[in-house]
């Protein structure tokens, strides 16, 4: 009898639909119809829609002489996958090259593309960065879904008492809030988010965006655009935008330093308010490299400066399978928990080697993995929070130094309560464990 052939990953699953970039719709009818002919159409759809099935954000295919990688990030981590051999990874390549209006000849030079995709009613945006390397080609690709599956800042992981103080500083007057993340955490999503927790149907809001790189719609924040094919730049569009007297101006990147000195003549003539987001490690530095980028306004930046929130995302324990356990009093003490506040701590579920799953009679018994995180542990991640109100002595401090503990010790003193505390909260409430907080808190 000849050998069954092994199933590939890309054949158990129903393949995801696809929609090349072009707003020509035959031209698009087109490209599908041409790429179909080939080999790797299918299997590129079927390998997309299991990385998405299995709730991954990024795929990376690693090409060698002979065969291709496969790795999945889920959750933040990095999962090795079966390889393939170089004929399928070459098919499938090509053909998402040629969805992604990327070169499929060209192996060497570095190219980016992108691509829609859809499962059901469920639309997703890829984003494809192919580099050729020493031992073949490296390609990246990030998978996003359109519509952002978080509504409001509890879904993300934030406390109901650091919400209402987060709140009440976005509908302040005459104030700035930044609101930062480390790179490639979330800040687009968190922005997104905090910028709809905001009082937006009773003022005015408008956010400046470069037109190469437009945000997501969001309901009542008008988006002014410069750059691109508009013949507007930014500060022109600032200063036409402050005659309309707006109550909110929103910069998803840090504006000019001549509209930012704009902005903060209003934030203290007028009590408007400015909402700024950059990538930063935590809130402190977040405020430190802000003042530093603006070192002609740092004093009108200390003065007004309302919040600075900073966010950074753990896996969460699998709420099917995680484990409790009764923390010992030395463990309480050295995380700075009061005796008796916490019962119960959590972890994720560890089986035991595979020769001890044996049943009553010593017979080899394997353990079934959870059909929620499929074995991991943990399903999905959820972002620790942090939330920095400066007071006067933090608003002194920051224009005599950029010494970051310097600066939390001052933090502290005032009340502010760091992302490692937060994060200790985090394991307190059995949402993720001690041993994913230090697992993130040593990545540099």
């Not at 994720?348 to 993995?369: H, M, R, S, T, Y």
Request: net charge neutral; hydrophobic share 40%; aromatic share 6%.
């Amino acid at each position: 009898m000849a050998e069954k052939e092994e199933i590939q990953l890309w054949q158990t699953v129903a393949p995801v639909e696809f929609a090349p970039r072009i707003s020509e719709r035959t031209q698009a009818q087109s490209l599908l119809i041409a790429t179909r002919q080939g080999p790797g159409y299918q299997m590129i759809g079927g390998q997309l829609a299991h990385a998405i099935q299995s709730r991954a954000t990024h795929i990376l295919l690693d090409f060698s002489q002979n065969a291709c990688a496969i790795r999945y990030q889920i959750d933040g981590n990095w999962e090795q996958l079966p390889p393939i051999d170089r004929e399928t990874g070459d098919a499938m390549l090509y053909a998402l090259k040629q969805l992604s209006l990327m070169n499929p000849a060209d192996r060497r030079s570095s190219q980016t593309g992108s691509l829609g995709l859809k499962i059901a009613k469920d639309k997703f945006s890829l984003t494809v960065q192919a580099q050729g390397v020493a031992t073949g080609e490296r390609v990246l690709c990030r998978i996003a879904m359109d519509k952002i599956p978080f509504d409001r800042m509890s879904d993300l992981g934030m406390r109901d008492k650091l919400f209402d103080a987060f709140k009440q500083k976005l509908d302040e007057h005459g104030n700035i809030v930044l609101i930062t993340t480390p790179k490639g955490e979330g800040l687009t999503t968190t922005w997104g988010i905090a910028v709809n927790a905001a009082d937006r149907l009773v003022r005015d809001f408008q956010s400046f965006e470069d037109q190469t790189a437009p945000e997501p719609e969001i309901i009542n924040v008008n988006q002014n655009f410069f750059g691109g094919d508009s013949g507007k730049t930014e500060v022109e569009m600032v200063k036409k935008m402050i005659l309309k007297e707006p109550d909110v101006l929103l910069f998803p990147e840090l504006p000019e330093p001549e509209s930012m000195q704009i902005c903060l003549k209003q934030v203290k003539s007028s009590e408007k308010q400015v909402y700024l987001r950059m990538n930063a490690n935590n809130a402190m530095e977040g405020l430190v490299r802000l003042v530093d980028r603006y070192r002609e306004s740092s004093k009108e930046i200390s003065e007004t400066i309302g919040a600075v929130l900073c966010q950074k995302l753990v896996r969460r324990l699998c709420d099917n399978c995680k484990l409790g356990f009764e923390p010992p009093p030395q463990l309480l003490k050295q995380l700075g928990i009061p005796a008796g506040r916490v019962a119960m701590l959590y972890g994720p579920f560890i089986p035991p080697p595979i020769e001890q799953q044996v049943d009553e009679n010593g017979k080899p018994a394997p353990l079934i993995p959870c059909h929620v995180c499929n074995g991991r542990g943990y399903f999905g991640r959820i972002a620790i929070f942090e939330l920095l109100t400066p007071g006067e002595e933090l608003r002194k401090a920051i224009l005599k130094t950029q010494d970051i503990s310097r600066l939390n010790q001052v933090a502290k003193s005032e009340g502010h309560r760091g992302l490692q505390a937060e994060a200790i909260l985090t394991v307190a409430r059995g949402l993720t464990s001690l041993d994913e907080l230090k697992r993130v808190f040593a990545k540099r």
